[in-house]
T-cell receptor
Framework: QKEVEQNSGPLSVPEGAIASLNCTYSDRGSQSFFWYRQYSGKSPELIMFIYSNGDKEDGRFTAQLNKASQYVSLLIRDSQPSDSATYLCAVLNFGNEKLTFGTGTRLTIIP | GAVVSQHPSRVICKSGTSVKIECRSLDFQATTMFWYRQFPKQSLMLMATSNEGSKATYEQGVEKDKFLINHASLTLSTLTVTSAHPEDSSFYIC???????????????FGPGTRLTVT
């Protein structure tokens, strides 16, 4: 079982709709969770992080965390073509202070 | 926001030569820097973690004598790929993290990456 799992996609969403990206993790010791966006040929850029159960909103982005289910998601409202990218979920274990990345979900916003 | 630079952005070298990649944190002190490698259509794989002034910690399967890491200051880490071979061709990305004592200080900020091609 992979430590951090994401659906590789591609996920296609119409412009203006809500894109929902999901991630599950296996290490119950994980304590902080990050969403990165990576455009083709570029390095990842941090979108947001979450470490408490529930929702965290930042602009058009909402991260949701459910530690009991070992599940974290990212919602993108009012999707724009510029949101088309690969979204990487990353999980931090404070014990070893390392980020473990999922393989990413490729998102395409259809104009 | 935190800015991390990498140099060079792209390098082509011949098999058997060595290549040095620099990673700099421009507006914060990076107590820890990480080096990742990413092959096409794959996720980031951590190669090593370096703390300023101490030896790097390498992930399992990463040859420390081949990938030399030096974290000489709080703003600079270098990765040297020694005796490069075509299979070392990849996208190398560094990230930096500053420690402020807050939980969100565990954020890692990534450099723009270096694309290495070994011919």
């Amino acid at each position: 079982q992979k430590e951090v799992e994401q659906n590789s996609g591609p996920l296609s969403v119409p412009e203006g709709a809500i894109a929902s990206l999901n991630c599950t993790y296996s290490d119950r010791g994980s304590q902080s969770f990050f969403w990165y966006r990576q455009y083709s040929g570029k390095s990842p850029e941090l979108i947001m992080f979450i470490y408490s159960n529930g929702d965290k909103e930042d602009g058009r982005f909402t991260a949701q965390l459910n530690k009991a289910s070992q599940y974290v998601s990212l919602l993108i409202r009012d999707s724009q073509p510029s949101d088309s990218a690969t979204y990487l979920c990353a999980v931090l274990n404070f014990g070893n202070e390392k980020l473990t990345f999922g393989t990413g979900t490729r998102l395409t916003i259809i104009p | 926001g935190a800015v991390v630079s990498q140099h060079p952005s792209r390098v082509i070298c011949k098999s058997g030569t060595s290549v040095k990649i620099e990673c700099r944190s421009l507006d914060f002190q990076a107590t820890t820097m990480f080096w990742y490698r990413q092959f096409p259509k794959q996720s980031l794989m951590l190669m090593a973690t370096s703390n300023e002034g101490s030896k790097a910690t390498y992930e399992q399967g990463v040859e420390k004598d081949k990938f030399l890491i030096n974290h000489a200051s709080l703003t600079l880490s270098t990765l040297t790929v020694t005796s490069a071979h075509p299979e070392d061709s990849s996208f190398y990305i560094c990230s930096a993290r500053g420690r402020t004592g807050r939980i969100d200080s565990y954020e890692q900020y990534f450099g723009p990456g270096t694309r290495l091609t070994v011919t």
